[in-house]
């Protein structure tokens, strides 16, 4: 689920689990004990819904402040909570409109109004991000919030999980980039929902219907390639020629609507052909979608659309929210270019898109349009829906269509073509020049080429199997069954577990959790690196160093802390390009208390400029992730290492 407007952080969030039975406070009618299940059961399902937008905010404040109501410290409690109970799935890749947000944050004063003498402000404030002002509205932020009481955190395709973690990396300060706590799972399609009828019995005679059950099987798919051409294509045509009628049905009513004249209801019956290479592009009118990415230059696009040899047609469809102004004003664009004569019959646009007119495109398009600004796009799912029908999609490097770019064959034929390598420019108009030139060359010269290339019969040999290896290439990966399976394995029982464990015996471990948590919040200011007294400037390929180090833990005992060797190869600048971890021993403590830790590490990943680090994180047993924000604490840089690799081939 996303905001209308933009692409809203807020989005789905996946909650399970339950939290500890709620005491009494001080003052209640002693009778409300007896309904304390109803309050367990109120905080159950608090974690159990799919929270969207503004109910974030009521939600998770609900959750928070049962915690506080169990007469825990907030500040282990709710980091307790979040290790049990709560999955946060991001939908999109940028905030929050600035009402959304303000929503939100609504419903979280309600919620915490209610239990506001069991939570100081101060808890509140660091929950939301308050000293982060940089990452949300007025100061706080509901994503914040959802990062914090969020045992997973994930993003919905894997470049969306990058763009995700190069965001909200400052919440995890001191934390490399590339291990911030944020996953990613690309989204599916159930295909049983959006495949045609006619493509449902195709599949049937020749995949069986196993396909319908196990979608996410890659060797089922693999006999696609038995389908027959002549069959497959015929299909597709049919499909073709169903999406031409309704859109003329549909284009006719419109005008109608509008009291058009005789002459013009006549023309609507004639607009499209169904015998000539369709473009569809459907879904939401947002400006980062930038629908009008292929009309930039009319007079090209004529000539492309209006050759005589090789003819070309545009099906355009979509809605833009009503307070979405520039999403409105591409809509507009495009529906007065298709009233000018040159476009008149080769470019419709239908307008109140819903799930109708989207199947008719999705299964009878030849190509499926998609250009987004990357990195804008989570992920997108129209594309997804429209290969299982056989078309093939055309689109910028963005959302899925990154990941799927990277899973073509090397060998054989191609699964559809991207617009530019991903590339990304500060100047948006120059980028759109460049993507707007990209996307006619690939018209010119691949694509129409390609689908009018026939042979005696008619048919379109690498057209169709471009389609084939489209179908078998993505189908197995970009579908609903996987994408549960993921979620059930890496996200949703691992957090049922957790909790189920953490909730046993009156929540014992959860309680001790909590203890401990405030135990570290207390001592972690004092935690410190000695420097580092390993001075190694120069090893051959192989070596192995001895790195030892004295960490002072205040009131924290050696198992309470994972101390580690961060090292790999670094740039001029002495920073990592490339890391691996390696964890340090406790050897004990030396004359003043400082325990000491030791690790022999052996740099393997080439000749050239090396280093490491020392880092020291939280570390106990019912922790779900070692990354809590503002616990990591790195040796000074002046105590960082570096040797120069040197191997057979002589100086790096």
């Known amino acids: ?355 109708a007119i989207a199947r008719y495109m999705l299964q009878g398009c030849d190509v499926w349009l998609n250009t987004p600004l990357r990195p804008m796009e989570a992920s997108g799912t129209s594309g997804m829906k429209a290969q299982a029908n056989g078309a093939l999609n055309v689109s910028t490097l963005d959302g899925w269509w990154d990941e799927a770019w990277q899973m073509r064959p090397s060998e054989g034929s191609d699964i559809g073509w991207s617009i530019g390598r991903g590339e990304v420019y500060n100047d948006l108009v120059y980028q759109d020049q460049v993507e707007a030139e990209a996307l006619y060359e690939l018209l010119e010269k691949q694509i129409v080429p390609m689908f009018y290339e026939r042979r005696s019969d008619g048919l379109p040999p690498k057209w169709i199997a471009c389609m084939k290896s489209s179908i078998a290439t993505l189908c197995p990966e970009f579908n609903m069954h996987r994408m549960v399976m993921q979620y059930a394995d890496g996200y949703y029982l691992r957090a049922h577990r957790r909790c189920q464990s953490l909730a046993a015996n009156d929540s014992a471990k959860a309680r001790r959790l909590a203890c401990w948590l405030g135990k570290l919040g207390a001592a972690w200011p004092a935690i410190r690196i000695d420097p580092v007294k390993n001075d190694i400037r120069e090893i051959r390929l192989g070596d192995q160093i001895v790195v030892s180090a004295g960490v002072a833990l205040d009131a ?31 050897t004990g403590k030396d004359d003043s208390g400082i325990d000491l830790f030791q690790a022999v590490i052996k740099p393997s990943a080439g000749t050239g400029l090396h280093g490491y680090s020392i880092r020291v994180l939280p570390q106990h047993p019912d922790l779900i992730s070692p990354f809590l924000p503002e616990r990591i604490v790195w040796a000074n840089p002046g105590d960082q290492v570096i040797s120069q690799g040197r191997g057979a081939g002589g100086d790096a």
């Open 556 to 586: 924290l005992a050696a198992e309470d802390v994972a101390v580690q060797v961060v090292m790999g190869q670094v740039d001029a600048e002495g920073q990592f390009k490339s890391s691996a971890v390696i964890p340090m021993q406790s």
């Open 1 to 355: 689920m996303t905001h209308p407007v933009g692409r809203g952080v807020v989005g789905d969030v996946r909650c399970h689990g339950s939290v500890p039975a709620w005491p009494v406070p001080v003052g209640w009618d002693a009778g409300w004990q007896q309904n304390a299940r109803w309050a367990r059961w109120l905080a159950w399902i608090s974690l159990a819904v799919v929270l969207i937008e503004g109910v974030i905010g009521l939600w998770q404040g609900l959750a928070v402040g049962s915690v506080a109501l169990t007469g825990w410290a907030l500040g282990g409690g709710a980091e307790a909570l979040a290790s049990a109970m709560v999955v946060w799935r991001f939908s999109g890749a940028r905030t929050l409109s600035q009402t959304a947000e303000r929503r939100a944050q609504r419903g979280v004063a309600v919620s915490f109004w209610l239990t506001a003498p069991y939570i100081a402000a101060e808890s509140i404030r660091d929950l939301m991000g308050g000293h982060h002002a940089e990452t949300s509205v007025s100061g706080f932020g509901m994503t914040v919030l959802a990062l914090r009481l969020a045992s997973f955190s994930n993003g919905v395709s894997a470049l969306h999980g990058c763009v995700s973690r190069q965001m909200w990396n400052p919440l995890w300060k001191g934390v490399p980039e590339s291990e911030v706590p944020i996953g990613h799972v690309t989204n599916g399609v159930h295909f049983r929902s959006w495949v045609s009828f006619e493509m449902n019995q195709l599949y049937d005679r020749y995949l069986g219907p196993k396909w319908r059950e196990e979608p996410a099987d890659a060797k089922l798919w693999q006999r696609v390639e038995t389908l027959p051409v002549g069959e497959l294509w015929r299909t597709h045509e049919r499909r073709r020629e169903r999406l031409v009628s309704y859109a003329r049905k549909r284009l006719h009513a419109q005008l109608v609507s509008r009291g058009a004249s005789r002459s013009a209801l006549d023309e609507a019956d004639e607009v499209l052909n169904p015998d000539v290479l369709t473009i569809g592009f459907g879904r939401r009118f947002a400006s980062y979608k930038r629908a009008n990415l292929l009309i930039r230059d009319p007079q090209r696009l004529s000539r492309i659309l209006n050759d005589p040899q090789r003819p070309v047609q545009i099906i355009y469809a979509g809605k833009a929210h009503p307070q979405d102004n520039g999403g409105k004003q591409l809509i507009q664009g495009i529906i007065d270019l298709a009233g000018k004569p040159e476009f008149r019959r080769k470019l419709v646009f239908l307008e109140n898109y819903d799930m």
